[in-house]
Nanobody
Framework: QLQLVESGGGLVQPGGSLRLSCAAS????????IGWFRQAPGKEREGVSC????????YFADSVKGRFTISRDNAKNTVYLQMNSLKPEDTAVYYC?????????????????????WGQGTLVTVSS
């Protein structure tokens, strides 16, 4: 069974940092592009950041550019989202997703809805 499990969410003050992890089981991430998505209450899901299978290409939404970084450790079958300078508007459930593609660009993955494997989500709350 293909599974993705997110972890690392929690409550953080504005300006703080969190690192989310997305661990795969039942399959290897080596040949999958990975994306982080978020959904805040009452809002549509947003593609936050995506990374190609090789790790050579990344995409960030304008709302997080310069604050978030994405990385992958294929040896650990895990992808990370480092979130710095967090703002209250970053509050959302964060999901990771994997897809074997192909994609013309990693941005295309972040804009697609029907991806192959989704995690259950982890809640990030930014509040003082």
């Amino acid at each position: 069974q293909l599974q993705l499990v997110e972890s690392g969410g929690g409550l953080v003050q504005p300006g703080g940092s969190l690192r989310l992890s997305c661990a795969a089981s039942g399959f290897t991430l080596d040949y999958y592009a990975i994306g982080w998505f978020r959904q805040a209450p009452g809002k549509e899901r947003e593609g936050v950041s995506c990374i190609s299978s090789s790790g050579g290409s990344t995409y960030f939404a304008d709302s997080v550019k310069g604050r978030f970084t994405i990385s992958r450790d294929n040896a650990k079958n895990t992808v990370y989202l480092q979130m710095n300078s967090l703002k209250p508007e970053d509050t959302a459930v964060y999901y990771c997703a994997a897809d074997s593609g192909p994609f013309v660009t990693v941005q295309a993955m972040c804009l697609r809805n029907g991806l192959e494997v989704w995690g259950q989500g982890t809640l990030v709350t930014v509040s003082s």
